[in-house]
């Protein structure tokens, strides 16, 4: 969490990301974590997506992937934070996002979600941003979103 949303005396315009009038196509952000085992217990307990593929040795080692791999939508949800709090950042809200998964993540891998301002509407106050996930070079995550972006005024 940022300083300014754990700050607790921050008004609206200390919080906010960018607004509709700042964004230009080229804009681009990253946001990386290194995903850990708590990561995929905590995910699979959230999102109730118990699949033995993420949590049983096991049963991984027989998979196509020979190991554990972290689940897809834990991966896709690093997008998420480059958008709520990079760029746009806070206040812009998910319309719709397209994922392609292109290759599989391993716990302790470090994930660089970046994502790139495609096109910008300020007369229905929405962006597009191209959305890639990679570990290293290897692209991991591919697709494209669209969020809604408040206007200043």
């Known amino acids: 969490m940022s300083d300014k949303?754990?700050?607790?005396?921050?008004?609206q315009a200390e919080l906010h990301g960018y607004f509709i009038e700042d964004l230009a196509p080229g804009m681009t952000a990253i946001y990386a974590k290194t995903v850990t085992e708590a990561d995929v217990i905590l995910f699979a307990g959230i999102s109730g997506d118990d699949n033995p593929l993420h949590l049983n040795e096991d049963f991984a080692a027989a998979s196509r992937f020979g190991r554990r791999i972290v689940h897809?939508?834990?991966?896709?949800?690093f997008i998420s934070a480059a958008i709520g709090t990079r760029l746009p950042g806070p206040g812009a809200i998910y319309m719709s996002q397209s994922l392609r998964f292109t290759a599989p993540v391993s716990i302790g891998d470090t994930?660089?979600?970046r994502v790139t301002i495609t096109e910008v509407s300020r007369?229905?106050?929405r962006?597009?941003?191209a959305t890639v996930c990679r570990v290293g070079e290897t692209v991991v995550i591919d697709g494209e979103a669209e969020v809604w972006v408040p206007a200043r005024g």
């Not at 949303?5 to 008004?11: H, P």
């Not at 897809?72 to 949800?77: I, K, Q, R, T």
Request: proline share 0%; aromatic share 0%.
């Open 127 to 129: 962006a597009k941003l």
């Open 72 to 77: 897809g939508l834990l991966s896709a949800g």
């Open 111 to 113: 994930v660089s979600a």
């Open 5 to 11: 949303l754990r700050a607790g005396s921050a008004n």
């Open 123 to 125: 007369v229905t106050k």
